[in-house]
């Protein structure tokens, strides 16, 4: 599976993004999805997950801002980000794996990444 993250861009602090993470070949279906980010000069994190079954998990700082979501007979993951602070900005990765974890090393497929960028 190639995934394929969409729908960065740059918003001012206080505004919303939603990104997508679609395969360029397979399914999504079968997947667990995470999103990932890194942002200049540190670690890639975990932000959000999503089982194949749709349970969703997220990091404190995110939760009640952000939502990941699947839809999927358009085979597609979604990460809606609302309330957006400048310490979101990052490259935003999408990743697949068999099940849901929050270990970077269980997820086979990785995307390309989207950059987010939040202003003051």
């Known amino acids: 599976v190639q995934l394929q993250a969409s729908g960065g861009g740059l918003v001012q602090a206080g505004g919303s993004l939603r990104l997508s993470c679609s395969p360029s070949?397979?399914?999504?279906?079968?997947?667990?999805i995470g999103w990932y980010r890194q942002a200049p000069g540190k670690q890639r994190e975990l932000v959000a997950g999503i089982s194949h079954g749709g349970s969703a998990n997220y990091v404190d700082s995110v939760r009640g801002r952000f939502t990941i979501s699947r839809d999927n007979a358009k085979n597609t993951v979604y990460l809606q980000m609302n309330s957006l602070r400048p310490e979101d900005t990052a490259v935003y990765y999408c990743?697949?794996?068999?099940?849901?974890?929050?270990?970077?090393?269980?997820?086979?497929?990785w995307g390309q990444g989207t950059l987010v960028t939040v202003s003051s």
């Open positions: 990743a697949a794996g068999r099940l849901w974890s929050s270990f970077q090393r269980d997820y086979d497929y």
């Open positions: 070949g397979g399914t999504l279906s079968p997947h667990a």
